[in-house]
């Protein structure tokens, strides 16, 4: 039976949306119905994974028709001074979760987890959370200034910081709010909206201690810093002294060009491994303070509502966490056979460890293959293969870091912290595959 199916590449239809919306939905049934009846009776099938071509079943004739491309004279070069995607991968776009926000400043767009490969994330679909909007800000007017408990305070141009002596890291960034709806019930239904306030990038920048030790920054006294943001929110967050004076960016670049400006342009902080809010964007001052600041955004916002009734504040590090990003909620496994289960792990205290897999529910766990590089606050992408014998299932990633700490079940994070919680949701996630192939969200115990 096994060897038999594991000849059979199963389709996904990927759907670049995240999910299927109802015609596409049938055409998939109908396609399924029809591609079954036709590997029953050939004995095996062989097709695509990709959406555009997942209904093609006689791709093999295809071959022999030379298109126009193969013919023909391509565009010539600088059609476009900045590249564009294809204009087939148009559906693949950072989408806003209807009805989440009541107006589109202050808000979020969703990364589209589902159709990423590796574990950059293109800039273009960056996630973006936005307390008051965003701006594109003129560089050459933006400062930055180092101020509070320091031997002198001064203030930075762009140029000034730019000369600086400079580091690149590949870090993820993730939204203390992200898996944030499903503390309760089911709330979504795909990855992209579950998971997607979730992104991986390389950033450049000068770092946080290199600027606070020019400025002569008092270490005993100094046990935090603020970090403020230029635009309306009044962003600001305690950031301690010995994280500033660790791995903390001041950044300019992402990816190899200079920020975009939904994600901060020309400044930001980065603070690896700490969720996004810290990561002030706009960037244009740091204050050495000798107490925490206990802002609107560390006090009312970012706290975990505990069983109790009282509120945890500060915390901050993203715990290790992983989701399979295909198969997904809202896609369709076409037929038997094998798949490629792929995902992201990441920890906000080191490098992943391990990654386990289970495709019964959490009955049973096999070791994923971890992609190289395994970088410290980094997404690592995890690989495994699977057989499906078309019976419906669950299927589940736990992740484990170098300090040892286990992804939690959700009931395992919810007898220490509740339901009523928004933030930090580092939950295992658990896909549904239904019989007829349809990827769902579900929990389980
Ligand atoms: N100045 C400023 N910085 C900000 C925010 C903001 O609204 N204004 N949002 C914060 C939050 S809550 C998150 S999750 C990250 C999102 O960064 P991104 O938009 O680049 O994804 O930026 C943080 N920094
Ligand atoms: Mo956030």
């Known amino acids: 039976m096994t060897a038999e199916l594991r000849k059979v590449i199963g389709r996904i239809m990927r759907a670049p949306e995240g999910f299927l919306d109802a015609a596409q939905l049938d055409e998939a049934r109908k396609a399924r119905r029809s591609f079954m009846g036709k590997a029953l009776a050939m004995g095996a099938g062989v097709a695509s994974t ?10 093999d004739k295809a071959i022999l028709n ?34 989440l926000t009541r107006v589109t400043q202050a808000s979020v767009s969703f990364t589209p987890l589902q159709g990423l490969f590796g574990i950059i994330t293109p800039s273009g679909l960056h996630f973006e959370r936005h307390h008051q909007g965003w701006h594109d800000i003129d560089p050459s007017g933006h400062r930055l200034m180092i101020n509070g408990l320091v031997q002198e305070e001064r203030v930075f141009t762009m140029d ?5 002596p400079s580091v690149s890291r590949i870090h993820f960034i993730e939204c203390g709010a992200n898996t944030g709806a499903e503390w309760g019930n089911v709330a979504l239904p795909t990855v992209q909206y579950t998971h997607g306030m979730l992104s991986c990038s390389e950033f450049t920048g000068v770092l946080l201690s290199t600027l606070l030790e020019m400025c002569g920054v008092d270490k005993k006294k100094g046990k935090y810093v603020l970090a403020e943001g230029a635009d309306g929110s009044s962003m600001t967050r305690t950031i ?14 992402m990816n190899g060009e200079m920020l975009r400006p939904e994600n901060g342009y020309p400044l930001r902080l980065v603070v690896p491994g ?4 810290s990561w002030v964007k706009y ?58 289960i792929t995902g992201l792990a990441w920890s906000g205290r080191g490098k992943i460890k391990r990654v386990d897999v289970s ?18 606050k980094a997404l690592s992408r995890f690989n495994i293969d699977w057989v499906w014998d078309g019976s419906p299932t669950i299927i589940q990633s736990r992740a484990i870091d170098e300090t040892g700490y286990v992804q939690p079940k959700l009931n395992q994070l919810r007898a220490v912290r509740g339901t009523k919680s928004i933030y ?3 939950a295992i996630q658990s896909w549904k595959i239904d019989s007829n192939g349809e990827v769902s969200n579900v929990q389980v115990s």
């Open 424 to 426: 930090h949701n580092n």
């Open 359 to 376: 495709v019964d529910g959490g009955r049973n766990w096999r070791s994923a293959r971890l992609e190289t590089p395994i970088l410290s």
């Open 160 to 164: 000034d910081l730019m000369r600086l």
């Open 240 to 253: 301690s002294m010995e994280r500033a004076l660790d791995d903390v960016i001041v950044a300019w670049a």
């Open 50 to 59: 990709v959406a555009s071509s997942a209904l093609a079943q006689d791709g």
């Open 66 to 99: 030379l298109p126009t491309h193969s013919t023909s004279l391509g565009l010539p070069v600088a059609a476009t001074g900045y590249g564009m995607p294809s204009q087939w991968e148009k559906n693949l776009q950072r989408r806003e979760s209807p009805g």
């Open 283 to 340: 960037l244009r001052r740091i204050e050495v303070g000798d107490e925490r600041y206990d802002t609107k955004d560390e006090t009312i916002h970012y706290i975990d509502m505990m069983p109790n009734g009282m509120h945890r504040q500060y915390t901050s590090v993203q715990e290790c966490k992983s989701v399979i990003t295909t198969p997904s909620g809202g896609q369709v496994l076409m037929d038997k056979g094998f798949y490629n």
């Open 274 to 277: 700490v969720q996004g809010v």
